[in-house]
């Protein structure tokens, strides 16, 4: 379904130092700097498969989706989204993706969601029939009975998140490029949005595309992910042979009561920070309850969470240890 | 021949590029100040506009028109685009932003009246515009031979003194209009109705000899006329001392009057502005 | 066909329910057309004093021109200022990415989005003063008016492909929004025939700024003064202008670097 190979993505950048004399300089000798985004990406993904794309910020996640949804001109490269080329940006390619972009939306602030599923509607010529069962369908899995007459703006996020997924669903795209469509929410939301998402892809056997920086999302929707760093690719594989080889350790972080010295914390787990009354140690996954408890009854604690390490972290541990499977 | 060749290619290429950097330079800084070019371009064109279609009148009239030919239009309008690019003021639209957006609350909590903070920002602004107020006017003169402003520095200083009078009237009607907006959601609109009379009214359009007497008598009450006419005939040294002394006097009671009526307007808007609450 | 249609109904329509919902505002707009009009036709009794004429033009036939600059007014008001400015902010916020996304042109997208009912006004009066004028003059004559009509809605394809041209440059600049506030105030020429000017300034007004194309030539064919090449002129400013403009647009998405996340 989707086709990449050796895809580019490069930017020129004007480099200027801040301030009068920066700008001086600048004006008798300009430099330029090429920043690579996308350097040399490739990879496959059939019809159906539901992939996370994960990287820090500013490591070619969105560059690349942008790409496959035909917004940007790769430098050099090929892409082939469900056949098409995606820059030549041809009406029937674009009427079988979608993009859906988190804190950014594409519903008309001042008009009633229902307004902007109409204009849908009318642009990509659903005929009524399949127009009002999609509406069905969205309704009920999404919850969206009573907000759908309200001016968008006075929706809260969560809500607008809904309608804006719904919105860029009516068309039933085959291909879904979803760039961190749960930001900002709050858990139960995310939830919600994660198992439309996989209904979804259920009913229609639409192609996802899912970046995140929440581990939960990618956990939940992807079997498959695909790492991304400065703009290469470091890691395409298997999730789950991913996380329990990277990253076998949670974080518990300990708010104490009392000082309690590095060593003593240290005979518990290894730890991870210690500042002042506030202590991360890193437990192995399995052993993260008996460890917890065995903290919390003879460790004077005042509070105590327990988390996944963030994504970067996964993947800053992908550098430094040899666990990187090509 | 050839290296010299490539020598001075190389060196226009590089001019080029000079050039083009310097416009974008002169650009990005310029939209730094989007707000006062904008108001700036606003205001600007119509006494350029008008000044070449009275000169086109006069030539159509054998040269001269009522005491003005070419090169007096051509001086009178370039007075009157300096006039008007001097006495500006775009506070009651910032008055209007403060209280809708609530920004006005944290401003009362000082210990100065909010006044002294626009007054101050309007006159920055005018310095910024100064370099280009200047090219123009250089420009200007050389469009129409023999065009040019008065040469005498007492004019000048007369010039100066009275359009800081006609900036603070200005500002202050503005500001009147400002407090408005404590009461009405558009007050704003009354600042657009002023735009057009005083376009029409402020000599801007055409100087006033050229009103039906009736007309310009009733103008010659409003504030108008000070705004843009009399600094401009000062400005060309085309009026006498005791007209210009009656100018100044006649200013300075415009600015009295509209100090007092923002007073009072201020303080029955703020009373009402905390009763309603921020 | 039928899409575009029903998008301009949906867009159009939705943004009269907003606008009708503030009486006052009509209102206070409606005020401001009315003096603006009335102002404009003071200035022009003004430059008419005494009889004399305007660049050959006499009062009534000036009023011609008045009426064709403010119905220009009315077009850019109503059409375009609320949507061509925009595009900046498309661009700055990246709701830009979401238009060129969608399966339908997207410059037809931009440019209909949004419809400022507030300055309908302009486009009455301005069609008022035309049709007033045109019935005192005997010159005024229904092929002239055939080929006015023509020219006028050339008229407004060529200030629309000149406006959208400066807001497409928002692609690489910011704030630029504000050269249309130039333009529009250079277009305050347009209230008279091209004839008052003198030399330079018709120059300025024909070929630079083409104000004169604008409002002079279709007034002119109004009255009955048309010449067959100014007509024609005018039209082929107006063609090539939407085919530059539309080259332009092509020519920024190609280098659309759109906002990164």
């Known amino acids: ?326 | 021949m050839k290296l010299e060749a490539k020598i001075q290619m190389g060196l226009l290429e590089n001019l080029w590029r000079k050039s083009k950097t310097m416009f974008a330079l002169w650009f990005a800084h310029m939209t730094v100040y989007r707000a006062e070019i904008f108001i700036w371009m606003l205001s600007g064109v119509v006494p350029l506009i008008m000044m070449s279609v009275w000169i086109g009148k006069a030539s159509a009239n054998g040269g001269t028109l009522e005491n003005f030919n070419a090169a007096s239009f051509a001086a009178y309008f370039l007075a009157a685009w300096v006039s008007q690019q001097l006495t500006v003021a775009w506070v009651a639209w910032e008055m209007n932003f403060q209280i809708r957006q609530g920004e006005l609350s944290s401003k009362l909590l000082r210990p100065i009246d909010p006044l002294w903070e626009h007054i101050f920002r309007h006159f920055t602004e005018r310095f910024v515009r100064g370099p280009f107020i200047l090219v123009v006017v250089i420009a200007g003169t050389f469009i129409v031979p023999g065009t040019k402003l008065t040469p005498d520095l007492w004019h000048v200083l007369e010039f100066l003194l009275v359009i800081n009078l006609a900036f603070l009237m200005r500002f202050l009607i503005q500001y009147c209009i400002g407090t408005l907006c404590f009461w009405f959601e558009n007050a704003t609109a009354f600042d657009e109705f002023l735009y057009v009379l005083q376009t029409f009214l402020a000599g801007g359009f055409a100087p006033l000899e050229f009103y039906p007497p009736a007309i310009r008598a009733v103008v010659e009450w409003t504030p108008f006329p000070y705004m843009v006419y009399y600094p401009a005939k000062i400005l060309t040294g085309t009026l006498s001392s005791s007209e210009t002394l009656r100018v100044m006097l006649i200013t300075l009671a415009w600015v009295l009057a509209f100090g007092v009526l923002r007073s009072i307007l201020w303080r029955f808007g703020i009373k009402k502005y905390g009763a309603v609450g921020a | 066909m039928s899409r575009y249609w029903q998008l301009i109904k949906i867009f159009y329509g939705a943004s009269i329910a907003v606008q009708l919902e503030y009486r006052v505002n009509f209102v206070v707009n409606l005020i401001g057309s009315l003096l603006t009009a009335v102002g404009s036709l003071f200035g022009l009794s003004i430059l008419i004093a005494g009889g004399s004429s305007l660049g050959g033009w006499n009062q009534t036939e000036a009023i011609v021109i008045v009426g064709v600059f403010t119905l220009m007014e009315g077009f850019m008001g109503v059409f375009l200022y609320p949507n061509l400015n925009k595009i900046g902010e498309g661009v700055r916020t990246g709701s830009m990415d979401f238009t060129l996304l969608k399966p339908l042109d997207a410059q037809f997208l931009i440019s209909s989005r949004d419809v400022n009912i507030l300055r309908v006004a302009d486009l009455l009066i301005g069609v008022g003063l035309i049709v007033y004028a045109s019935l005192q003059l005997a010159s005024v004559q229904a092929p002239g008016v055939f080929v006015a009509v023509l020219l006028i809605l050339a008229g407004f394809a060529s200030i629309y492909s000149i406006w959208f041209m400066l807001c497409t440059t928002a692609f690489w600049w910011v704030g630029v929004e504000n050269i249309t506030e130039l333009f529009w105030g250079f277009f305050r020429a347009g209230q008279f025939p091209v004839t008052a000017f003198p030399g330079w300034g018709r120059i300025l007004f024909t070929f630079v700024i083409p104000v004169a194309f604008i409002t002079t030539v279709p007034a002119e064919a109004l009255i009955g003064r048309g010449k067959l090449e100014t007509a024609l002129g005018a039209l082929g400013v107006a063609v090539l202008l939407l085919i530059v403009s539309r080259l332009f647009w092509k020519f920024a998405l190609r280098n659309y670097t759109s906002a990164s996340s």
């Not at chain 1, 749960?182 to 139960?188: A, E, K, M, P, R």
């Not at chain 1, 970046?211 to 790492?227: Q, W």
Request: hydrophobic letters at 45%.
């Open chain 1, 1 to 326: 379904m989707i086709e990449v190979a050796n895809l580019e993505k490069h930017y020129t950048v004007n480099e200027k130092e801040p301030g009068i004399a920066g700008s001086l300089r600048s004006f008798f000798s300009r430099k330029t700097k090429t920043v690579k985004a996308v350097d040399g990406v490739s990879f496959k993904i059939e019809a159906g498969e539901m992939v996370g794309f994960l990287g820090a910020n500013g490591a070619g996640k969105t560059t690349t989706l942008k790409m496959l949804a035909g917004l940007l001109h790769p430098t050099a490269g090929m892409a082939k989204v469900a056949g098409f080329t995606p820059f030549e940006r041809r009406s029937s390619f674009l009427k079988t993706i979608t993009l859906v972009m988190g804190q950014k939306q594409q519903l008309l602030w001042d008009l009633p969601a229902l307004d902007s599923f109409l204009v849908n509607q009318a642009i990509y010529e659903i005929p009524d029939l399949e127009y009002r069962a999609t509406m069905k369908e969205f309704i009920e899995l999404l919850d969206l009975d009573g907000i759908l007459k309200k001016q968008v703006r006075k929706l809260s996020l969560g809500e607008r998140m809904k309608c804006e997924l719904a919105a860029a669903l009516l068309h039933r795209p085959k291909v879904l490029f979803l760039d961190e469509p749960t930001i900002g929410l709050d858990v139960n939301m995310q939830v919600r949005i994660r198992e439309f998402v996989a209904a979804y892809n259920q009913r229609f056997n639409a192609t996802v595309i899912l970046t995140s920086h929440y581990m939960a999302d990618v956990t939940a929707l992807c079997k498959r992910i695909v790492v991304v760093d400065k703009g290469h690719i470091i890691f395409d594989g298997d999730l789950s042979a991913l996380i329990e080889r990277s990253s076998p350790a949670k974080i518990v972080k300990l708010e104490l009561s009392k000082i309690v010295p590095r060593e003593i914390l240290e005979s518990y787990a290894p730890v991870k920070s210690l500042d002042g009354l506030f202590a991360e140690l890193l437990v192995p996954r399995l052993e993260t309850s008996k460890v917890a408890g065995r903290l919390l009854s003879e460790l004077p604690v005042a509070d105590v969470t327990i988390q996944d390490p963030d994504i970067e972290e996964i993947i800053g541990e992908l550098f430094q240890s040899q666990k990187v499977k090509p």
